[in-house]
């Protein structure tokens, strides 16, 4: 019982370490997959707002470079001031006085529309430019200046406020592009390039779908085989108007996501699912090993045990026998004396019996057995085979009925083991018979074979057990493993011994009903 605790606690815990693994090397992989999926998404999301971005500048830009190439050739200009800086600073010590002007203008701009083609005959621009004025005088004050008198220093610069005028176009232009359809903005043809640039700067090199929506309804601007799933489309915002918002949205997916996210991690999942299914085999055949060799053990136990007890009765018997002889008044008495000593020797020849078996099956293991095959007939064989169990049936008022219907009998055999294969299976019939034995014995041809069937009314076995009978070792427990005698040998030799002729057996069985061994040779002419 000790034995068998350990056993299962050993068991348990190879198992709970394997669980353990196969669960670490799942969640690994899992997690694999998690991050990819994340990284992919990371790179997606970037490449879209940048293929966003872009469009939106290259748009902005050639507008931009338009409306400069106008305004140079506009003439009509209403300037108004935003704003001036008057400075006045006389030097005591240089006698020199010192006055900066600094002004802010905003020139207003009749345009053509053809800038922007959205339906109408001019569109108004402002253009922001500075001035800056800085004039030094030699003794005089500010009052007595004359207009005419030339100052010692005159530094004028004028220029456009390029980051305030462009600030303003972005404005207005966005707030005028708008109302430009979305297919007249950006082609499919420039869309799909940026998209596929990105991607692959990004490393993701796989075919992908795109389309631009419009307040969720589809525009002209899009791929041929897109189509909108929300659960796998990546989308970005575009195109925002001069109040930041948008109504439109770049939409991309991906067919083969999936077979791209697994494909960077494929190697790394093939190597660990080699390896768990490496783990789960040496798992498996160890466990099958220490299963095996654990009933290896409880049956070589079995058969100890039972061979102790073959043993121990005509042991016991040959001492009682020779305690016998010994005693004066039995020495005396020939035939008693007679008697004892044939007891002795029929003991001493079923044990003789029981180690021959043993060896038979061992040298059969290590095909040392030199078995020389003649031609016979069976049912001579089977005729033996009788006589050497008949007195044990008539012994327990059983019978044994004979049904030779066979008319070619002849085969190729070893006469010695092939009667002992007969009578091994008869053996058989007797033990397991609890009540009086009744054995019947048939034979027919069937085609260029005959067939032997020994059919017994005895106790029947499992289909476990017929599964296992011919087992070296191998015994049908029924709670008292001495309640039959034997050694589990006689049917795996049965078995052995008919393979060698080319034969073939089977049983049949049901419990509590009988048991039927079926034995299929082949004749000879």
């Known amino acids: 019982m000790m034995k068998k605790k350990k056993f299962i606690l050993l068991v348990f815990l190879m198992s709970l370490a394997l669980i353990g693994i196969i669960f670490v090397q799942s969640y690994y992989i899992s ?33 931009y470079e338009k409306y400069q190439d106008l305004v140079a050739n506009e003439k009509e200009v209403d300037s108004v001031a935003v704003s001036q800086l008057f400075i006045y600073q006389q030097n005591n010590n240089t006698k020199e006085t010192l006055i900066y002007k600094s002004g802010v203008l905003e020139e207003n701009y009749k345009l053509s529309s053809a800038l922007i083609d959205i339906g109408l005959d001019s569109i108004n621009i402002q253009n922001i430019t500075s001035s800056t004025n800085t004039e030094i ?61 990105k991607l692959v700067e990004n490393d993701i090199d796989i075919d992908f779908e795109f389309a631009i929506y419009s307040s969720d309804l589809a525009t002209k601007v899009h791929s041929d085989g897109f189509e909108y799933d929300n659960e796998s489309t990546f989308s970005v915002p575009m195109f925002y108007d001069e109040n930041n918002q948008s109504s439109y949205k770049l939409f991309v997916n991906f067919p083969d996501d999936n077979k791209f996210i697994l494909s960077s991690i494929i190697g790394m999942i093939m190597l660990s699912i080699v390896f768990t299914t490496v783990i789960i085999l040496a798992y498996s055949s160890t466990l099958y090993q220490l299963i095996k060799q654990r009933n290896i053990s409880q049956i070589k136990t079995d058969f100890i045990n039972n061979m102790t007890h073959e043993f121990k009765t005509p042991i016991a018997t040959i001492n009682l026998a020779l305690d016998s002889i010994k005693n004066p008044k039995i020495i005396g008495d020939k035939d008693k004396v007679i008697r004892y000593l044939n007891m002795i020797k029929e003991e001493n020849k079923r044990m003789h019996s029981q180690v021959e078996n043993v060896l038979r099956i061992s040298k059969l293991e290590k095909n040392e057995l030199n078995i ?98 011919f087992e070296k070792f191998y015994r049908e427990h029924t709670g008292n493993i001495h309640n039959v005698k034997g050694h589990g040998l006689g049917l795996a030799y049965v078995k052995r011994i008919v393979d060698d002729h080319q034969g073939y057996i089977t049983v049949e069985s049901e419990k509590d009903k009988g048991s039927t061994f079926i034995i299929k040779l082949p004749i000879i002419t």
């Open 31 to 63: 997690d694999s997959v998690k991050n990819e999926k994340e990284r992919f998404t990371f790179n997606v999301r970037r490449a879209l707002t940048y293929v966003s971005n872009a469009i939106e500048k290259n748009e902005l830009n050639t507008y």
């Open 372 to 469: 020389s095959k003649d031609r016979v007939k069976l049912h001579d064989l089977i005729d033996d085979a009788i006589t050497h169990v008949e007195l044990i049936v008539e012994d327990r008022q059983g019978f044994i009925k004979v049904f030779l219907d066979a008319d070619n009998s002849s085969i190729l055999a070893n006469e010695t083991h092939f009667t002992n294969v007969i009578v091994n299976i008869l053996d058989n019939a007797i033990k397991y018979s609890p009540n009086a034995p009744k054995i019947e014995i048939y034979t027919e041809n069937v085609g260029t074979n005959i067939l032997l069937k020994i059919k017994d009314y005895g106790s029947g076995m499992s289909k476990i057990a017929q599964k296992r009978v």
């Open 137 to 197: 005088y030699n003794n005089i004050e500010f009052s007595e200046k004359d207009i005419n008198q030339a100052p010692i220093v005159n530094i004028i610069n004028n220029g456009r406020l390029m980051e305030a005028q462009k600030n303003n176009f972005d404005k207005n232009f966005k707030a005028l592009a708008k109302r430009v359809p979305v297919h007249k903005r950006v082609s499919n043809e420039d869309l799909a390039y940026l998209l596929s640039k």
